[in-house]
């Protein structure tokens, strides 16, 4: 309708100006057509200023209830199971989960609104743009979010015009992408440092009394701390790897918005 109305009144409003050209353009329009100007900016501003007036408490209401019960972005969710976990343990689960989230939820929502396919955004239209909520229920699409990422990270080809670049978008894209490959892909493969030692073998077929009486062989005590040794060498290296890949994701964070 406001299309038709614009058609009409066809007060040709540009696409993108400046500030002060913005100003000189209104002036300008209102000066030339008052009549075009009024119904297109003026009362349409008018009205939507009493909107805001009136339906303010029921905004302050319908925030209350989704913040607290739907949308609750004060709580950072693990993903793990139901256990007890320490902090470290909570913390890198924490972090990662959030960007998987991001990733499948927030940039697939970009996708898909931004995108051609019109058939999609039919289904994101009744929805609300952070939570990912649309009337076919929680909005979730990891090949959505990744195919949005292909995208930002091709914004520094050489093929794309300058105005068209964004050099650093595709450098943090490029970034979580890497980073949400690993934690999805990479790190549920590492083999159990356990198993790759002979522990969980040497436990399985010797209880727990055989292995820790005190009068073993030199040669069984070896072995034993061989692979004790061989347990915590890994250990290191996943919980060194663990800690500069969350390192990386807490350089980015800045740029985790949509």
């Not at 697939?108 to 931004?114: D, F, G, Q, S, Y």
């Not at 040497?202 to 055989?210: G, P, T």
Request: hydrophobic share 35%; proline share 5%.
């Amino acid at each position: 309708m406001m299309i038709k109305i614009k058609e009409w009144f066809d007060l040709k409003e540009p696409k993108a100006l400046t500030i002060d050209e913005w100003y000189g353009w209104e002036k300008t329009t209102k000066a030339a057509r008052p009549v075009a100007y009024f119904a297109m900016r003026t009362f349409p501003d008018a009205c939507d200023y009493i909107w805001c007036v009136v339906s303010r408490p029921y905004k302050k209401l319908t925030s209350y209830l989704r913040y607290r019960f739907i949308a609750r972005y004060h709580v950072i969710p693990t993903g793990l199971r139901p256990d007890c976990y320490d902090i470290d343990t909570r913390m890198l689960n924490g972090m990662f989960n959030m960007l998987v989230g991001f990733v499948e939820k927030e940039k697939a929502w970009m996708n898909v609104a931004l995108g051609d396919d019109k058939a999609k955004r039919k289904k994101l239209r009744w929805g609300w743009r952070y939570l990912g909520i649309s009337k076919y229920g929680a909005f979730r699409d990891p090949a959505e979010g990744l195919d949005h990422l292909r995208w930002e990270m091709s914004l520094d080809s050489p093929s794309r015009s300058p105005h068209d670049r964004n050099e650093s978008q595709a450098h943090v894209a490029r970034e979580i992408w890497d980073l949400y490959h690993w934690w999805k892909h990479i790190r549920p493969k590492r083999p159990e440092p356990y198993d790759v030692s002979g522990w969980s073998d040497h436990c399985e077929n010797n209880s727990w009394k055989d292995t820790l009486r005190s009068d073993h062989t030199p040669e069984e005590r070896e072995h034993i701390e061989s692979m004790l040794k061989e347990v915590r060498s890994l250990e290191e290296i996943y919980d060194d790897e663990d800690e500069k890949q969350l390192i990386r994701l807490i350089k980015i964070r800045k740029s985790l918005w949509t």
